[in-house]
């Protein structure tokens, strides 16, 4: 990559991030973070990022509001979103669906545990790089 790509990580999970941000950075991906919805819309007004890969459960506000109100603010609905859930099988009581998450506007939608390669190929191609 010619300018680095800025990537926005926005997950609850420190553990998680930590590896995702290793992964990306050592791919050339300029990385910022935050641990949940509200400090991350917060990241987005202060810093727009080529991409977001937004966690759907978390604490304040979670993943799927968070790229709904994106979505609909058009400075910031052109950003790909990459959503990533738990929600799944190994969820099988939640108020957070499948269902809500094709709907949303997100650019991908990769199931929890998604390798650091999974999200790579993601990115990359939602990028188009």
Do not use: W
Not at 75 to 99: D, E, F, G, N, Q
């Amino acid at each position: 990559m010619s300018e680095k790509k800025k990537i926005l990580v926005v997950d609850d999970e420190p553990d998680f991030v930590a590896v995702v941000k290793r992964n990306l950075e050592r791919e050339g991906f300029q990385v910022d973070v935050a641990y949940d919805g509200t400090e991350g819309m917060k990241r987005v007004k202060e810093h727009p990022p080529d991409a977001i890969i937004l966690d759907v459960m978390m604490p304040e506000e979670d993943g799927y509001t968070m790229c709904s109100e994106l979505k609909e603010d058009e400075r910031y609905s052109k950003i790909p979103i990459i959503m990533l859930t738990a929600v799944a099988s190994s969820v099988p009581s939640t108020r957070y669906t499948h269902y809500e998450g094709i709907t949303m506007e997100a650019d991908d939608y990769l199931p929890k545990p998604a390798s650091a390669e999974q999200i790579v190929k993601s990115l990359k191609r939602i990028l188009r790089l």
